[in-house]
């Protein structure tokens, strides 16, 4: 065997941990930095290089594809069309602390421990821009059934209607254990009420609303979901009124634009006992499905 081979299969001198470190960021034998020759870095560098200028150019490319079809003042896909379909849900306002944002329960102890707080809070925070800010300005107009409102304008929804006992100035009710429950319907882009004919009303419509209905309103009702509910949650007034005039509608993104509201006012419920309360919207093109929360909207109340 060659000396050459001799000295090749020696067992390599042990180093230190210092020594191996500086070796691997400068190796004077083979002219190395970091473990890769000078060429190799140079290869691997213009590699990433071209690399991520292709990732850029390839993202840059489809962001402007993007940006040139798609229409900052209405979605695309629309009603039927979108995933959100044309039947509207509800909503309700206070909603509850985020530490519970997925609970549907209002419920507070009424008198001078002041417990009922956070409701009324929620609810001027909720009221804040109907009553200044954007309640003002050229947009913004007043409507009748008998004026025609233009495309880009929206129509005044005024506050000094509502009754008293849904004001803040009187705790929306809270202080007393008589809240005020603001229900809404949802937005949806273009989005218009259709009417019943008066002679076909679906036969699951409340009494109330059949005898006052009007094609020309969106009518809100509220009511216990069990025997038992119905039984606590005593007599119920609405304000301004049960219905929402057609006039608001539809919702085409216009500055501005604020959602028509009806305040439910429960004037005399059952102190400790939790009742399960739906209210539904009344449209001929509005659906109710109670497991998919169409038309309607679900949540509890216990007034301590």
């Known amino acids: 065997m060659a000396e050459k081979d001799i000295e090749y299969l020696k067992s390599p001198d042990e180093k230190t941990k210092w020594e191996s470190t500086k070796e691997f960021i400068w190796n004077p034998r083979t002219g190395q930095f970091c473990g890769r020759t000078g060429a190799s870095w140079a290869k691997i560098t213009i590699f990433y290089i071209v690399y991520y200028a292709c990732l850029v150019a390839f993202w840059t490319v489809m962001l402007m594809v993007f940006y ?20 509207p849900g509800v909503g309700f306002r206070p909603s509850p602390p985020e530490e519970n944002v997925d609970s549907t329960l209002i419920w507070f102890r009424h008198g001078s421990s002041k417990q009922w707080e956070y409701w009324v809070d929620s609810l001027n925070e909720f009221l804040e821009p109907y009553q200044g800010g954007q309640q003002h300005g050229e947009h913004l107009t007043t409507c009748s059934f008998e004026e025609t409102r233009k495309p880009e304008e929206v129509c005044h929804f005024n506050l000094d209607l509502i009754n008293n006992n849904c004001s803040s100035s009187r705790k929306f009710g809270y202080d007393v254990g008589r809240p005020c429950v603001l229900i809404k319907i949802n937005r949806i882009y273009g989005w218009k009420p259709e009417p019943y004919d008066n002679n076909s009303l679906p036969d699951n419509m409340p009494e109330d609303v059949k005898k006052k209905y009007d094609p020309r309103n969106v009518y809100i009702s509220c009511e216990g979901e069990n025997p038992a509910d119905r039984e606590n949650i005593g007599p119920i007034n609405y304000y301004p009124s049960q219905s929402i005039p057609n006039y608001y509608f539809p919702f085409n993104n216009q500055p501005g634009y604020l959602s028509p509201f009806v305040f439910v006012h429960f004037q005399d419920p059952t102190s400790g006992v939790l009742m399960n309360i739906e209210c539904k919207a009344w ?10 929360r169409l038309g309607s909207v679900h949540f509890e109340l216990l007034v301590d």
Not at 68 to 81: E, G
Request: proline share 3%; charged share 35%; aromatic share 6%.
């Open 283 to 292: 449209a001929a093109n509005i659906k109710h499905d109670r497991k998919e």
């Open 68 to 87: 040139v079809t798609v229409d900052y003042h209405q979605p695309k896909w629309k009603l039927d069309s979108s995933r959100i379909g044309n039947s």
